[in-house]
């Protein structure tokens, strides 16, 4: 179980890996040519995912690698008015026009710490101009020490069904490490508070392999999640990215470094077991939710849908095309005021679709041999066979009529798993992007 591969790849790497082959195109930009399929052509989905991402946040956690800024009101106004130009020139093409969104996630960043009329108008602005269904789930994500009553009153008001809180830990010595900005009870109030209001969606996440943090610890928090009756648990081991303040503390000896490898998979497999052993269920690898619930947006996400992402940073998929959008405050206001804020693009082909449909299936633990005939004419293991017998030899995952399914050593070692269907030179990137 702990050492099947020389190396463990992390959780957090395997979204960016679901970009493939975007970072094997620089040079074939394909934005122009998406444009005018999106301008004539109409979706073949019945449903579509929704991203919008606001990059601001009242305070900057010194974990945190997600491109996000520190708030300023002026910049938030520009950068709101040029989300609102985005939003209209996708809503004016024809493959948008067609489309019905049956989930939307607003992610940071942290929106909430926007003002309350600002998220009202944005929710108002998605509904007006995108085809929103009326039962579409709605999720933003918040702290728990900017989630104002108020604010959040506003949200259930105005449609939000689902929230997100970044919990991290109960712990108050190791939140303080994470330059988290309240305490475990206010943490815990806040949560009570969104429960009082009416949400009976609310996910958190927590983050395991934390400086300081024993498998007692992890314990605890996970019995604290489950007390706290919450539909939905994240668990995310933590990632200490290059350039971060975080790295920058532990390279200079002022916080204790993360355990090794081996702790990490203790941690994860105490967290499907208590979880599990609690009611929920392993939706995908880092979500875990009661039996009626679900977190619809992943599920698109990680399968064969449509994602129009918007925002500095948003990645999404529309029809074969893959994008990201530009990074950094200021350049996308100048970009998403000017036209289309995509800074990159590929049309992928059939080849592609399949091995990415493999890596981002993969994430949410099983993949269908039927869906895959169905979508691409052909059967997985006649495209897979090497990976297939290779992976099932080691005891990564179970194969039968229906599906491959990863074992619970192939969700420890899942990243991994995932690279056995992403051509090598890809690969390569990611040891270069995410290595030590």
């Avoid at 690698?65 to 938030?76: I, P």
Wanted: with cysteine; proline share 3%; net charge negative.
């Amino acid at each position: 179980m702990h050492n099947i591969y020389r190396k463990r790849k992390g959780f957090e790497i395997l979204c960016p890996l679901g970009s493939y082959p975007l970072f094997l195109r620089k040079n074939k930009d394909d934005k122009e040519e998406m444009i005018r399929f999106l301008a004539g052509e109409s979706t073949r989905h019945e449903t579509s995912s929704l991203y919008v991402h606001i990059p601001f946040c009242d305070s900057l956690c010194n974990f945190c690698c997600f491109y996000r800024t520190l708030l300023d009101e002026t910049q938030a106004e520009k950068y709101l008015d040029a989300l609102k130009n985005e939003v209209m020139r996708y809503a004016d093409t024809e493959y948008i026009r067609s489309s019905s969104f049956a989930s939307v996630y607003i992610g940071g960043g942290t929106p909430t710490s926007l003002k309350t009329e600002q998220l009202v108008d944005l929710l108002s602005l998605l509904k007006e101009r995108f085809n929103i269904k009326s039962d579409a789930e709605i999720t933003v994500e918040t702290t728990t020490h900017n989630a104002e009553s108020d604010k959040l009153e506003a949200l259930y008001e105005n449609g939000v069904n689902r929230l997100s809180f970044g919990v991290q830990t109960f712990k108050d010595s190791i939140r303080n490490i994470l330059t988290l900005k309240d305490t475990r009870s206010e943490a815990i109030s806040a949560i009570h508070a969104a429960q009082d209001i009416g949400f009976e969606n609310i996910d958190i996440d927590l983050m395991y392999n934390l400086p300081g943090q024993s498998i007692a610890d992890w314990r605890m928090d996970l019995r604290q999640a489950v007390e706290l009756e919450l539909e939905s648990v994240s668990p995310n081991p933590l990632f200490v990215a290059r350039g971060t303040s975080f790295a920058e503390q532990i390279a200079a000896g002022e916080i204790p470094p993360r355990s090794g490898d081996e702790t990490e998979i203790d941690m994860y497999l105490l967290a499907i077991n208590e979880l599990e052993n609690a009611g929920y269920r392993q939706q995908n690898l880092v979500h875990f939710v009661l039996p009626e619930k679900e977190h619809l947006y992943a599920r698109m996400r990680f399968g064969n849908h449509d994602c129009l992402a918007l925002g500095a940073s948003g990645g999404g998929f529309l029809g074969t095309y893959l994008y990201g959008n530009v990074r950094g405050v200021n350049r996308y206001i100048e970009s998403a005021n000017a036209g289309f804020p995509v800074n990159i693009c590929a049309n992928l082909t059939v080849d592609e679709l399949m091995h990415k449909y493999m890596i981002w299936g993969l994430h949410s633990i099983e993949v269908g041999k039927n869906a895959f005939r169905e979508l691409f004419g052909v059967e997985l293991t006649d495209i897979f066979p090497e990976q297939i017998e290779s992976l099932e030899r080691r005891g990564l995952i179970e194969s039968d009529d229906s599906k491959i399914a990863l074992t619970t050593a192939g969700k420890v070692w899942c990243t991994n798993v995932a690279e056995e269907f992403c051509p090598e030179r890809y690969v390569t990137i990611f040891e270069r992007m995410f290595g030590n």
